[in-house]
């Protein structure tokens, strides 16, 4: 043990102060031996019957905790705020800033000397990183695992068929009492989305960027090696508290790299550019958006997972996991980056094996040769956009066409299925005011479903652009993330329907072909439609969010405190 334990500035305390830290804990039997030197361990645990990819939580913690108790470790699990994508509204992203706050304080506060996050759905991977980063203290993460693959009338299926069944019950291809029926087809076990949503996304992003033991990707929750790989992790954390290993040993800017790098040849989604974006603002690394197309360019789509590719999470693991993914495109990581183990990521991942090269293609060969994400930039998103191009369809990446505008969310539900709508598959469908400061919150809704009377005549994909994010496990040439958002009144803000716009995917460019002269005129008539909030958080929020292609976060909570207790009281 190279320092004090942190926790002794609690526990090892004499007089008074030392009596009430100690025995108030020892209501809940725990010996008074635990309380002299032992490394004490804080299990961050999101597990909320409202997040149901983390309901299993509470299981998957004493599995850490056996493992954090035999390292010779003091366990104590808390609970921080959960977000569950499916039940929050407006939107989980709103409250993804406040969770990670909550996680941020929670660890300072209190006596821990080591953290284990416990991750999940979609916004508890980042919101937990995102916090930890703030205090930096040896933190290793552990996520839930992902559903086993949904089975659905003699087919796998996963979230990405709801958006292809909620568009056959439109069109009058599917009933709804099918529809009712795979509910429960699809959702059938523990854990989160089967795809390489954004949960798993997340899951692998820690992976790669070495807070986490090798495989914690993709095993999925109800596999018993989920388990083992807990435990495990509860006996490496209290090494890593005894090795001083930090946050910040480990998120390196190599680390960040190999990260975007191994999104790209998973086809990961497009929320990981805004949390890793995050992130990076917590842990002082810099980071910007063009570093996520420069570093993804050369790196092709290996992983044929859904929504890019046809396979489900568990296949992944089965196939040989995201080691062997890493395995694969060796020759563009940063090999010698550390990782929780104390081991290089080289060294995870270099005994891998690939057992099913239909999952796991070659380089050489690759599922897709698109990389996973490119970001454009052009007089409609003065600081860029993103899109995922192995989701979208490859006639519509070099395209131009008249612009449909939506204002708001609200403005498209009344007229998008309206038969005088004057749209056709040649059409660029425009939603504005979905951004963080417009809606707010910035909600996946960007990948906004077809007109009716287009889908009925057998159109599934036109171009679509908007200031909000899509889902992980949406797909389509869907262009996201436009900043400056419309609410702050940029180009963006002024596109009118009929107004032609070029999207050009090979050079990185989205064009309002609309002359300077006139956007300049337009902008000076332009006046604000997003209701704006005057009270509690949502209020803070919309003062202070930053924009997406700096990661979203509050303007005050870039950086971090650290884990010195401002003021000691007592
Ligand atoms: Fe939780 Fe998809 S809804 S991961």
Redo the contacts with the bound molecule.
Sequence with gaps: MKEKLRSQGWFGKTGKDGFIYRAWMKNQGIPDYEFRGKPVIGICNTWSELT??NAHFRELAESIKRGVSEAGGLPVEFPVMSL???LIKPTAMLYRNLASMDVEESIRANPVDGVVLMC???KTTPSLVMGACSVNLPTIVVSGGPMLAGKFQGRDIG?SDIWRFNDAVRAGEMSQEDLTISEACMARSRG??AVM???STMAAMVESLGLTLPDNAAIPAADARRKVLAQMSGIRIVEMVKENLRMSDILTREAFENSIITNSAIGGSTNFIIHLLAIAGRIGVPLELKDFDKLSALVPVVANIQPSGKHFMEDLYYAGGLPAVMKEIDRFLHGNAITANGKSIRENYEKATCYDRDIISTVEEPFNPLSGVVILTGNMCENGAVMKPSAADPKLLSHTGKAVVFEDIDDYKKRVDDPDLDVDETCILVLKNVGPVGYPGMPEVGNISLPKKLLTRGIHDMIRISDGRMSG?GFGTVILHASPEAALGGNFAVIRSGDTITLDVPNRKLTLNVSEEELTKRRKEWKPKHKIYDRGYVSLYQQQVEQAHLGADMVYLRGGSGSEVSRDSH
Aim: aromatic share 0%; net charge negative.
């Design positions: 149901p990819c569950g994508e499916t999940g759905c979609d979230t989160h989305c949503g954004t949960a496990t």
